[in-house]
């Protein structure tokens, strides 16, 4: 059987579980309370009945059964609260309120019991009300007995338990109305994320949760999902990106090394041409685009994860000492002045190996395009502002203030610079880095015109201050 | 041993390839078989973990990712049950984290594909003699050049030759190596420790420094380049 949609939904169950725990609870209550009062009820009657016996045991011994009986009148027409009956030895009435003992069949000297009486209420109705009594057996002989209408304090316990029962069903009903208004509210609220979650399964990556500012958990989780899917939205952007860049950047390489091929094919049926030749050539070729692919393939996962991969915290001026070390030789050996300055125990939060990658490549373009008898130099510092930063300063031509944002872009070498080797990929990844890690890249002039040469170029990777 | 009778009749080393793509395993078995040694095939894990624990091997070259039983869990089963053989993960897969993860599993080494054959060869024979040499040496010798790897000093016919502490490491790991050739990727990572690509051969000009210092003024140089593969010290 299929229920109806309410009827299924989470919070409309919890609430029934919890009506039908309340009310096993409130009818243990009320049995309670209803044990408890009755209870009491007939302590009372009974402890006031016990008093009374006693006060007409007094009389009694005091002025015997003339006295009594003459007590029991008066109490009577007084309208004492008590039914009193008092029987010859033979049992028949002498005088009373009630016309035979409850009792009389009994022959115990002194007994208890619980009986009803016949009244008739001031409509004229005739009311059976239970009652109690207590009857003795007086030392001449007489029979005394003593009982009271418990009836209204009863019926006053049985209005509290009827009001009680009452006050349950209403809470019940309340209940099950509160659930069924919670229920549709987070009916409701599900039904805009379940709406954003089909959406998105459907290939919607723009679609967003409503936040309606309750900031209760809906919105939580409203806001998760949003953050989430602008995470995912990112990255999937990033990887059409990525593949777009990597089918971009390669191709023209491979056109390349495939014209090479065909043109040493057609050389080599022509009967001239070295085989050898084009061969190396086409190996050479081959290892340009692998080292083009992996370029563009770290850059393209650096921007699809949008931060760094597996960052640890590191000591900045030791990986950059072991840059220095490893490029100070080639500086020297292109006739170039080098020098580092470090400040010990620098410590930075990020990727080791592409922040180290990062400082090689900013290093290789130094060397690159430094002309001999210049000078390049390395830094790693904190600036006053927590941040590391790692610059690579050279004497070179530098770059145009209009070309600075530009070198950044994948693939871009500035004409001047096209005799050199390599594919114009190493600042992009530098950026590439930069941005993973929440940092930035500064380019500015160098030390400036200095004997005819410079201004020279000044690239910083700034990383932010770490935690 | 058959290991060590491998080992002494010459570079000749008994590799298992363990690779699902059968073509490249032909092609990887032939420069192998060309560089002179003797190569066994098992196309996926499984097969590869059986004809391991037959031994014998001097050098498995294993693929991360082949169907049956992949190579990360073939490793680990081998060095599970004790097989030391020396392991060259082959994988394209190059992110740092997969490195870790083959050299966690038991790998010794990790090639990401694709490899210049120059790179695998001299991958492969620096661990078949690194598995060879396994006891603690402290003086290193290689024709007439002795290293004291306690003193940190190094002789050339007895003339005593002053290195920075890298060109010490450096010409440590191609003594180690003497006579197999080293590629400039494997001089990057297991001298210095990075696994990147510089643009500029940063490698050849730390070669060419050592190779001024331990051949300059001797009649024979011992540190020799080997074109389209790296150096090579001979003795």
């Known amino acids: 059987m299929r229920l109806p949609a309410l009827f299924r939904t989470t919070p409309f169950r919890l609430t029934l579980i919890f009506l039908a725990v309340f009310a096993f609870a409130a009818a243990a209550f009320l049995f309670y309370i209803y044990a408890v009062t009755a209870g009491e009820v007939t302590r009372r009657a009974d402890r006031d009945i016990a008093a009374e016996m006693r006060s007409l045991e007094t009389v009694y011994r005091q002025g015997g059964v003339n006295a009594l009986n003459q007590q029991l009148i008066e109490r009577t027409a007084d309208g004492r609260p008590f039914l009193y009956l008092l029987m010859d030895r033979s049992g028949r009435k002498i005088t009373g309120s009630i016309a035979v003992s409850p009792l009389a069949s009994s022959d115990q000297e002194d007994a208890w019991t619980a009986f009803t009486v016949t009244e008739t209420d001031p409509n004229g109705a005739e009311v059976r009300q239970p009652a109690r009594g207590e009857q003795i057996r007086l030392p001449t002989g007489e029979r005394l007995f003593v009982g009271a209408d418990i009836g209204q304090a009863e019926a006053f316990v049985v209005k509290i338990v009827h009001a009680l029962w009452g006050a349950a069903a209403l809470m019940v009903l309340l209940g099950l109305l509160g659930g069924l208004v919670v229920s549709r509210n987070v009916s409701r609220a599900m039904a805009g994320l379940n709406a954003v979650v089909a959406a998105v399964r459907g290939g919607d990556l723009r679609a967003r949760a409503p936040v309606r500012g309750a900031r209760d958990e809906f919105d939580e989780l409203a806001q998760g999902l949003n953050d989430m899917l602008d995470r995912l939205e990112r990255s999937m952007a990033g990887i059409r990106h990525a593949g777009d860049a990597i089918a971009h950047d390669l191709r023209s390489p491979l056109t390349r090394l495939r014209a090479r091929l065909e043109v040493a094919l057609i050389d080599l049926e022509n009967g001239k041409g070295d085989p050898e030749a084009a061969l190396v050539q086409a190996l050479e070729d081959a290892e340009g685009v692998l080292k083009t692919f992996n370029a563009v393939l770290a850059i393209a996962r650096l921007q699809a994860a949008g931060q760094a991969p597996n960052p640890v915290s590191f000591d900045a001026s030791e990986l950059a000492a072991g840059m220095a070390e490893l490029y100070e030789p080639v500086c020297e050996e292109k006739g170039l002045e080098f020098k580092a300055e470090l400040t010990p125990q620098l410590s930075a939060y990020g990727n080791r190996e592409f922040i180290g990658q990062a400082i090689a490549n900013l290093l290789d373009n130094a060397v690159k395009y430094t002309p001999a008898g210049g000078a390049v130099a390395l830094r790693a510092r904190r600036r006053s502002s927590g941040e590391i930063e790692f610059s690579v300063t050279d004497t070179g031509p530098g770059v145009p203030e209009a070309d600075r944002a530009r070198i950044v872009q994948r693939f871009v070498r500035l004409e001047n610079s096209r005799k050199e080797p390599g594919a114009g990929l190493g600042l992009s990844l530098v950026a590439a880095v930069a941005e993973a890690h929440r940092g930035r890249l500064e380019i500015d002039e160098g030390p400036g015109e200095v004997d005819g040469t410079g201004p020279g170029l000044r690239v910083a990777l700034v990383l932010p201050r770490p935690n | ?235």
Do not use: C
């Not at chain 2, 290689?142 to 004291?148: F, I, K, Q």
């Not at chain 2, 500029?200 to 009649?219: E, Q």
């Open chain 2, 1 to 235: 041993m058959a290991r060590a009778a491998a080992l002494r009749r010459g570079a000749e080393l008994r590799i298992l390839i363990v690779e699902d793509d059968v073509e490249a395993a032909a092609a990887m078995a032939r420069g192998l078989t060309e560089a002179g040694h003797e190569t066994a095939h098992a196309p996926d894990g499984a097969q590869g973990l059986d004809m391991a624990r037959q031994g014998a091997f001097d050098v498995l070259v294993v693929d991360r990712m082949m169907p049956r039983m992949d190579g990360l869990a073939m490793v680990e089963t081998l060095r599970r049950e004790g097989e030391r053989t020396p392991v060259l993960f082959l994988s394209a897969l190059g992110e740092i984290d997969d490195r870790v993860a083959g050299l966690k599993a038991g790998g010794d080494d990790y090639l990401v594909k694709p490899y210049a054959f120059a790179e695998l060869i001299a991958r492969v024979e620096a661990l078949a003699r690194r598995h060879e040499t396994g006891s603690v040496q402290t003086v290193l010798k290689v024709g007439d050049l002795e290293m004291d790897l306690i003193h940190r000093t190094v002789k050339r016919q007895g003339r005593e030759i002053d290195l920075q502490p890298r060109e010490f490491q450096l010409l440590e790991f191609m003594m180690r190596h003497a006579g197999q050739s080293v590629t400039r990727t494997m001089l990057l990572e297991k001298v210095w420790e990075y696994h990147f690509d510089p643009q500029t051969n940063v490698i050849d000009v730390h070669i060419s420094r050592l190779r001024a210092k331990i051949d300059k003024g001797f009649d024979r140089p011992m540190l020799q380049t080997v074109r389209g593969a790296g150096y090579r010290l001979d003795g």
